[in-house]
T-cell receptor, first 112, second 114 residues
Framework: GEDVEQSLFLSVREGDSSVINCTYT??????LYWYKQEPGAGLQLLTY?????DMKQDQRLTVLLNKKDKHLSLRIADTQTGDSAIYFC????????????FGAGTRLFVKA | ETGVTQTPRHLVMGMTNKKSLKCEQH?????MYWYKQSAKKPLELMFV???????ENNSVPSRFSPECPNSSHLFLHLHTLQPEDSALYLC?????????????FGNGTRLTVT
């Protein structure tokens, strides 16, 4: 079945870049997503990328997709303490199905 | 303000209790979902409703019973739960269940089973 894997923790200093990595298994996925969860809240869509793209940039966020290796990354430039949260990688199966498959989430700690 | 509202935010219940979680979405979406979030585990999809019809039941124990009276409201009825059912229960919605539109989540109900 489909599987999405990500490391559980990442710690960076304020002002540095953060890179959160994810691997997925479903090669038919059309869309891949990054969601952010702040304490006490639900998940909020951060950005997404089409599978026919290699890169997407949105202000401080850069998403890189390596389809051959089924590897997705999220880079946050100039990381701020407000970026401390859990970041979830997700894929949507491309078979007209209902499931969005999530990873376990990477908890980002930003040290001042 | 989130377009998906969940109540209550916190719930503590004994194993013999019956309680219900409520979700309401104000986004005009046709699909609604229940997810279970446990620490250090991927989100687990529990149920999917499309136009008030259940289209997915992801091997969830019968002690969890969903109800979708209309496309704006979703309930999760709970009875005779186990301590391992303690988790954050998230409701989500999307325009349709079969397209690639992202999910919109509520803030969740933190459930503790004692």
């Amino acid at each position: 079945g489909e599987d999405v894997e990500q490391s559980l923790f990442l710690s960076v200093r304020e002002g540095d870049s953060s890179v959160i990595n994810c691997t997925y298994t479903d090669s038919s996925s059309t869309y891949l997503y990054w969601y952010k969860q702040e304490p006490g809240a639900g998940l909020q869509l951060l950005t997404y990328i089409f599978s026919n793209m290699d890169m997407k940039q949105d202000q401080r966020l850069t998403v890189l997709l390596n389809k051959k290796d089924k590897h997705l990354s999220l880079r946050i430039a100039d990381t701020q303490t407000g970026d401390s949260a859990i970041y979830f990688c997700a894929e949507k199966e491309n078979t007209g199905g209902f499931k969005t498959i999530f990873g376990a989430g990477t908890r980002l700690f930003v040290k001042a | 303000e989130t377009g998906v509202t969940q109540t209550p935010r916190h719930l503590v219940m004994g194993m013999t209790n019956k309680k219900s979680l409520k979700c309401e979405q104000h986004l005009g979406h046709n699909a609604m979902y229940w997810y279970k979030q446990s620490a250090k585990k991927p989100l687990e999809l529990m149920f999917v409703y499309s136009l008030e019809e259940r289209v997915e039941n992801n091997s969830v124990p019968s002690r969890f019973s969903p109800e979708c009276p209309n496309s704006s409201h979703l309930f999760l009825h709970l009875h005779t739960l186990q301590p391992e059912d303690s988790a954050l229960y998230l409701c989500a919605s999307s325009p349709y269940s079969t397209d690639n539109s992202p999910l919109h989540f509520g803030n969740g109900t933190r459930l503790t089973v004692t």
